[in-house]
């Protein structure tokens, strides 16, 4: 690490499509209800991408708000992660989809799977490498058209998910703010709590397979709900206390958008009132990678953040991955 070179949040951006598909509409699709679905996930509508619409088109979107907000060009930015499980193709990858339509023609480029941790995870390894003096301004993405991997035939599921992303660039500042610590962590043994079954090399995607909808995203919803709340009360907890503060020096806390109860508990086991929590899942669901940016700029942009405040982002995902991350303002 260079001395006295930090990473900063220069600006942000988000996108979220047109169409508004809301707990009524579902109502018309399966058996499931407006009070059941808010009553149990906090969810009121979401937003769904139209046919022909992919992930790169939505995060065009956020990164050319993010980079006005900065002030910088696309030839600026010299690095581009974009965290997502809905990409364009298997191959190439969207982050390469995304520096051609952005014209970002300095930029190195990568995809990071991490599933709903994947823009905390995409922030620390952009962080890492400002921090090195390998890049200078990187333009760090979560984006999900989740609706293409949802299977709306499954009541369970089916109410949870929406269509968005969000983008933030990230540059170099010598001042002494900005990103103060990001932490990440994993557990691959619970896999299989959360993920779609077949389409990778190990189960490829056949007709049989496709008939049973097995491409579509399967989720034990209990065990995960458990295993979410220790998870981001862990790592937001380790967090605070590897920077020295405590619970009351935390101005905002930014968590995935999963699940109101999840959010609930997580703001309970940390002491936290919920007004000291940002909460928009009642207008987009589950936006997976897309959610914790989608959230981070509304907050900034409503001035529910302001300067010199300390916002901590949390997540967790499909893995499981998760991490967190402190960031002054």
């Not at 189960?203 to 995203?217: A, I, S």
């Not at 942009?301 to 302001?306: D, F, L, P």
Request: aromatic fraction near 6%; include cysteine; charged fraction near 20%.
């Amino acid at each position: 690490m260079r001395k006295g070179i930090n990473a900063k949040i220069a600006g942000t951006g988000s996108f979220a499509p047109s169409k508004v598909f809301t707990n009524y509409d579902l109502e018309k699709m399966v058996d499931t209800s407006d009070d059941w679905i808010v009553s149990r996930t906090g969810i009121r509508e979401r937003r769904i991408v139209e046919d022909g619409t992919v992930s790169s088109d939505l995060s065009l979107e956020a990164c050319r708000i993010a980079l006005e907000e900065a002030e910088l060009e696309p030839d600026q930015i010299d690095l581009i992660i974009l965290g997502t499980v809905t990409p364009d193709y298997l191959l190439p990858s969207t982050a390469c989809i995304l520096q051609d339509k952005l014209k970002a023609k300095n930029a190195a480029v990568m995809d990071l799977v991490a599933a709903c941790s994947g823009f905390v995870y995409g922030l620390s390894v952009a962080t890492a490498f400002i921090a090195t003096g390998q890049h200078k301004n990187a333009l760090v993405i979560g984006v999900e058209t989740l609706s293409k991997i949802t299977d709306w035939d499954d009541r369970n599921t089916c109410v949870l998910f929406g269509d968005g992303a969000g983008a933030a660039v990230v540059s170099a500042t010598t001042e002494e703010k900005g990103i103060m610590a990001t932490s990440l962590s994993g557990d691959g043994s619970l896999a299989n709590l959360l993920h779609i079954p077949v389409g990778g090399g190990k189960v490829p995607l056949t007709k049989e397979n496709f008939d049973l909808r097995q491409h579509y995203v399967a989720m034990q919803g209990n065990e995960v709900f458990k295993s979410a709340v220790r998870a981001m009360e862990s790592s937001a907890k380790g967090i605070i206390q590897q920077v020295g503060l405590s619970s009351d020096e935390i101005d905002l806390l930014i968590p995935h958008q999963a699940n109101i109860r999840i959010i609930e508990a997580l703001a309970k086991r940390m002491k936290l009132p919920m007004d000291k929590v940002y909460v928009n899942i009642d207008r987009y669901g589950n936006t997976s990678a897309a959610s914790v940016p989608i959230a981070l700029d509304e907050a900034r942009k409503t001035g529910v953040i302001k300067e010199g405040s300390n916002t901590v982002l949390v997540a967790f995902g499909a893995g499981f991955t998760w991490g967190s991350a402190v960031i002054r303002w």
